[in-house]
């Protein structure tokens, strides 16, 4: 896309052009970067409309202090028209104060970008893999995969709206015993629908209604082929069809949240390609895996009969880790580390940057997988940045009350429950109103609630308030128009400085890789919107439809428009729906 400079963008820029001035007039020095030098809304909105720290943060390596050169950047700056006040605040601080007709200029912009309003080229089309969800193939979403599925499609979102090229990726972990336990609970469904009587389900097995009908299809596939058979004729067959089964009632659960990946990479695949095999190889060629005994366990005398054993060892410390780890078990299969490292580098080769989101419970093998990556970095000679998200469990409630299981699983609640119950909005939204990193609650009762304290009501009622407002501005024969937006005052032009920030608000959460910023954000814009609603209560000439003053109206939904397109692009990034009526 073609970047449209909007008004923190162009005001960034301008500050740019002063600072370059200021090292061609000999006041910096020649080479100064400007990296650190941040523009922002001041957090007293009473000290200005923007304010910069770009005297703090060069005034050392220009030889000055940071008032001295604050007044040297003000005197260039309020040669603009547009910047009606230059303040030097504290230590060093400029606060600048804008004209009116800046923040008209903005709503314009607005209204002309629409649905592209936000967007940015920031990202220059780096390649960011995202992995999220991974869950084990063994049965329906639930919970535990709900927060990480719906964190990492809002930061694939994210991303995108900042200018990178996003590929959403899912492992599926379908090599372990895991899937041979699940093709043993299929093979007992798949005995029932042939009319044998099972009794209950045997410990160490899955116990959940959902595998009935995978059981009864393939008594419809294979007859009763199998029934008698011994276990080593049926288990790889059974383990194929189970899991392909199981994957679609996970693509199945996902879309009822409206997440799609792009990639669904397979675990059985990855090592039936010899992809492990390759990976420790590659490792061994820069001297990255070498054969060493283990350490004893440490924190605890070693079993009686513990012996050291040799076994590939990737050199984890040389990373930061706290010792080597193995990459294969003494019978020479992989270890879960050994395959999740091979995966990585598979994932590498067509990414500029890895993002994976974990639940917390795997936050012991963060760093060996960083180290992992590390390595990749250090022996390709690239560097391949890698984040781990980690985001924690998210207890649930019913008005206060632990839920209860659902009857479908055996012993967790399902997405596909959560989401017939309050909706595929509501469990997004509410999934991103806390850090991942923070505990959760997520109680069925209040996230339904039609008030203030629920952020995702909050949010769409802003939105399906403007849209009424503009059904009936348009019964009564009024239409948005920019021709009178001199006529706004003060208390619209508040709302325009909320809208305005959408767009470094994207670059700033996008950086941070932190998509709940954005749900922070639409419930703050919400939450002036409809202040200025109110505002009309008090003050019926601050009404957004007054039909004694056809001009004033017009401008005022105009206003009205903008804001609603700001509210449906941060929802369009979160994966929420804007609804035009409750």
């Known amino acids: 896309m073609t970047e449209t400079k909007t008004l923190y963008a162009a005001y960034a820029a301008l500050i740019e052009n002063v600072l370059t001035d200021l090292v061609a007039d000999g006041v910096l020095p020649a080479g100064t970067s400007f990296a650190n030098v941040t523009l922002e809304p001041p957090r007293d909105p009473s000290h200005g409309d923007l304010s910069t720290n770009a005297a703090m943060v060069l005034a050392k390596g220009a030889g000055t202090n940071p008032r001295a050169l604050a007044e040297a950047i003000t005197a260039k700056l309020t040669a603009y028209p547009a910047i009606t006040g230059a303040d030097i605040a504290g230590p060093g601080f400029i606060n600048l104060r804008l ?52 964190v990492g499609d809002a930061l694939a979102s994210l991303l995108e709206w900042a200018g990178h090229a996003v590929t959403r990726e899912y492992y599926i972990n379908d090599a372990g015993g895991q899937v041979d336990t699940l093709a043993r609970s299929v093979h007992l469904r798949y005995r029932e629908a042939l009319g044998e009587d099972i009794g209950a389900i045997p410990e160490g097995l899955y116990p959940g209604d959902y595998l009935k009908p995978v059981g009864a299809a393939l008594a419809e596939t294979f007859g009763d082929q199998f029934r008698t058979a011994d276990e080593a004729e049926w288990l790889p067959a059974f383990r194929k069809e189970a899991v392909a089964r199981m ?24 090592q039936a390609a010899g992809k492990p095999e390759a990976a420790e190889a590659w490792l061994r060629a820069h001297d990255l895996v070498y054969d060493g005994a283990l350490e004893a366990p440490k924190g605890k005398a070693p079993p009686e009969d513990w012996e ?20 294969k078990k003494s019978n020479g299969a992989w270890t879960y580390f050994g395959a999740d490292l091979a995966y990585h580098m598979q994932k590498a080769e067509g990414s500029d940057e890895l993002i994976d989101i974990w639940g917390a419970d795997h936050a012991g093998t963060v760093k060996r997988i960083k180290a992992a ?69 997520f109680d069925f009762v209040k996230v339904i609630e039609a008030s203030k304290d629920n952020p995702v009501f909050y949010v769409q009622y802003a939105h399906a308030r403007i849209c009424s ?39 700033a959460a996008a950086r941070a890789r932190e998509p709940h910023r954005i749900a922070f954000y639409l419930y703050d ?58």
């Open 99 to 150: 004209a009116p007709t800046a923040w008209i200029e903005e709503l314009r912009n607005i209204a002309a970008l629409g649905d592209q309003y936000g967007r940015s080229v920031m990202g220059e089309g780096r390649r960011v893999n995202v992995e999220y969800v991974s869950a084990n193939p063994t049965g329906p979403m639930h919970m535990g995969h709900c927060r990480g599925a719906v």
């Open 247 to 270: 994957m679609d009632m996970i693509r199945t659960d996902l879309a009822m949240l409206g997440i799609h990946h792009d990639i669904f990479a397979s675990e059985a695949e990855l």
């Open 308 to 327: 050291p054993v040799e076994l590939p060892l990737f050199r984890s410390t040389k990373f930061g880790d706290d010792q080597d780890r193995p990459i």
């Open 373 to 441: 990556v590390a390595a990749l970095s250090a022996g390709e000679g690239r560097p391949i940045p890698f984040d781990v998200k980690l985001v924690q469990m998210v207890q649930l409630m019913r008005g206060g009350e632990p839920a209860k299981m659902s009857k479908r699983s055996g012993n967790f609640i399902t997405i596909a429950d959560m989401v017939d119950e309050v909706g595929k909005d509501v469990v997004r939204f509410t999934m991103l109103t806390r850090k991942p990193e923070a505990q959760m609650e």
């Open 469 to 507: 407002t503009l059904r009936k501005a348009a019964e009564a024969g009024l239409a948005p128009s920019a021709d009178a937006l001199d006529r706004l005052g003060e208390e619209e032009i508040a709302l325009i400085r909320r809208a305005a920030q959408f767009p470094r608000e994207i670059e």
């Open 525 to 582: 814009l919400a939450a002036d919107l409809h202040a200025f609603w109110n505002l009309g209560n008090d003050r019926p000439e601050k009404r957004f439809i007054v039909e004694q003053d056809a001009a004033g109206s017009a401008a005022r939904l105009f206003l009205a428009t903008a804001i609603g397109q700001v509210i449906r692009n941060g929802l369009g990034v979160l994966g929420v729906d804007a609804v035009e009526t409750m």
